[in-house]
């Protein structure tokens, strides 16, 4: 009779060290859902917060400035038209240029166009231009190795930041550091201006 009081007790004990877990367990699975909420909540305002700087950054800043709209996957022309003026001259020098910028845009639109092949690097999977593509090895040919790199940097970054599209997109940028700004740098960059401006006054 005491072993079985015994065993009564210890199952009463037990029952209620699993009724205090199971609270437990809803209370965390509650603050778990709580959190998930805000989290989506405070990441929707910095996505909405990051449009309104990408609608309305140019209205602060200058065109030379430390933070400011990139393009990201926009063809540099610089080197075609540095290539262009050794081959050509006048205005077939300039329409020259704009037929061979032209071209490299359609380029990145062609979705049958892959210029890519997988690596790892580091340990981690990614893609990285396929040099040997013909159309890359063409341009590099014909056209030089600024104008290869241009035509690189803008494909890179079109993946990165626009894969299925393959247009340019817009990105706060700080160019003197060559990245992706964040949104505390830009409100403090902002603020900084309009002190400027202030003074000047």
Not at 37 to 53: K, T
Request: net charge negative; glycine share 4%.
């Amino acid at each position: 009779m005491n072993l079985i009081g015994s065993l009564q007790n210890h199952i009463r004990t037990l029952k209620t060290e699993l009724e205090e877990k199971t609270d437990d367990i809803q209370y965390l699975q509650n603050l778990n859902e709580t959190l998930i909420f805000r989290e989506h909540m405070i990441n929707n305002e910095l996505v909405d917060a990051r449009a309104e700087l990408l609608r309305n950054l140019h209205t602060v800043v200058s065109r030379r400035t430390m933070i400011g709209i990139k393009r990201m996957g926009e063809l540099n022309s610089r080197p075609f038209r540095d290539a262009c003026a050794s081959k050509f001259t006048g205005e077939d020098c300039a329409t020259k240029c704009a037929e061979i910028c032209s071209l490299w845009e359609d380029n990145f639109k062609d979705p049958l166009w892959h210029p890519f092949k997988h690596t790892i690097i580091d340990g981690n999977l990614q893609e990285i231009i396929d040099e040997s593509d013909t159309r890359m090895e063409e341009l590099r040919k014909e056209w030089g190795e600024d104008a290869y790199k241009a035509v690189t940097s803008a494909l890179l970054e079109l993946n990165e930041y626009n894969p299925s599209g393959r247009y340019p997109v817009p990105e706060i940028w700080n160019f003197k550091e060559d990245r992706k700004a964040g949104l505390k740098e830009v409100i403090g960059y902002i603020i900084q201006q309009l002190k400027t401006r202030k003074r000047k006054r």
